[in-house]
């Protein structure tokens, strides 16, 4: 049981480059997330979605798309990479039902020059 | 979901218990108390969730006081690997999503 895991775990990319994060987790739960964290800051909810094919806006969705095409899978895309966008992202995901205990995955780290 | 105020930092010394205080004073009636925490680089960890009474696992305990108020987290005996950053959060009911705050950074000195 490997519970979530992000690909890829380090990225450089350029300005305007794009590329897609990939989460998967194999816990069998609905709802997974997608989150930021800055330097010194508390994580941010980017998209989450409650269950395949379904998707939602968070805090701060602005410059990325997602897709939950798969259950097991979340896909985070950036389409046109800018520097504000280089951050720690951590994907989780949780059981309907039955509170919020969210599991992480060990996170991508990703700098934008 | 009410706002939780935590203390930026907190120092413990090994073999002791940690005591992380939670301030939530405008909760309300069917939110939540969660804990997770952060290791350095890692991504966070459930650790334990209440709503009126004490709870207790494995990894630690949560007092909740009687008005609902305030929280707080104990380490009972703190090793060098509970250093982390430790997060409050109160959770409503219909409510899909955690937010994080700061925390409290929670370093445990030899």
């Known amino acids: 049981n490997a519970g979530v895991t992000q690909t890829p775990k380090f990225r450089v990319l350029k300005t305007g480059q794009s590329m897609t994060l990939l989460c998967a987790q194999d816990?069998?739960?609905?709802?997974m997330y997608w989150y930021r964290q800055d330097p010194g800051m508390g994580l941010r909810l980017i998209h989450y979605?409650?269950?395949?094919?379904?998707?939602a806006k968070g805090e701060v969705p602005d410059g990325y798309n997602v897709s939950r095409l798969k259950k097991q899978n979340f896909l985070l895309g950036l389409e046109s990479a800018a520097p504000s966008q280089t951050s720690v992202y951590f994907c989780?995901?949780?059981?309907?039902?039955?509170?919020?205990?969210?599991?992480f995955g060990p996170g991508t780290r990703l700098l934008v020059l | 979901d009410a706002k939780t105020t935590q203390p930026p930092s907190m120092d413990c010394a090994e073999g002791r218990a940690a005591n992380l205080p939670c301030n939530h004073s405008?909760?309300?009636?069917?939110?939540?108390v969660y804990w997770y925490r952060q290791i350095h680089s890692q991504g966070p960890q459930y650790i334990i969730h209440?709503?009126?009474n004490n709870e207790t696992n494995e990894m630690a305990s949560l007092i909740i006081t009687e008005d609902r108020k305030s929280s707080t987290l104990i380490l009972p005996h703190a090793t060098l690997r509970d250093t982390a950053v430790y997060y409050c959060?109160?959770?409503?009911?219909?409510?899909?999503?955690?937010?994080f705050g700061k925390g409290t950074l929670l370093t445990v000195n030899p």
């Open positions: 989780a995901s949780r059981m309907s039902g039955g509170g919020e205990t969210q599991y």
């Open positions: 816990m069998n739960h609905e709802y």
């Open positions: 979605s409650v269950g395949e094919g379904t998707t």
């Open positions: 405008t909760i309300s009636g069917n939110e939540y």
């Open positions: 209440g709503l009126k």
């Open positions: 959060i109160a959770r409503g009911g219909s409510n899909y999503k955690l937010t």
